[in-house]
Nanobody
């Protein structure tokens, strides 16, 4: 069965960095478009970044460009989100999503809290 397991969240001070990981299993990872989403307190879930399956092309929400980097390791079936220059507005639960063969799957999320 499909599993997406996020890790790497935690408490960080403003200006700090975190790297999130999402370990995938149960599907052909190399064929999946992988994305990170987030949902802040009282907010709707929003797209953070996406990386395609074949070319590895990436795209980001405007507020994350230049601060966040999405990458993938197809040999390990892991997608990463490197987050730099974090601010309090980045506080959210971060979710990993896979899209493959017309189906989407979600992880359980990992909490990121940016606070001094």
């Amino acid at each position: 069965q499909v599993q997406l397991v996020e890790s790497g969240g935690g408490l960080v001070q403003p200006g700090g960095s975190l790297r999130l990981s999402c370990a995938a299993s149960g599907f052909t990872f190399s064929r999946a478009t992988m994305s990170w989403y987030r949902q802040g307190p009282g907010k709707e879930r929003e797209l953070v970044a996406v990386i395609t399956s074949t070319s590895g092309r990436t795209d980001y929400a405007d507020s994350m460009k230049g601060r966040f980097t999405i990458s993938r390791d197809n040999a390990k079936n892991i997608v990463y989100l490197q987050m730099n220059s974090l601010n309090v507005e980045d506080t959210a639960v971060y979710y990993c999503r896979s899209s493959v063969a017309g189906r989407q799957y979600w992880g359980q999320g990992t909490q990121v809290t940016v606070s001094s």
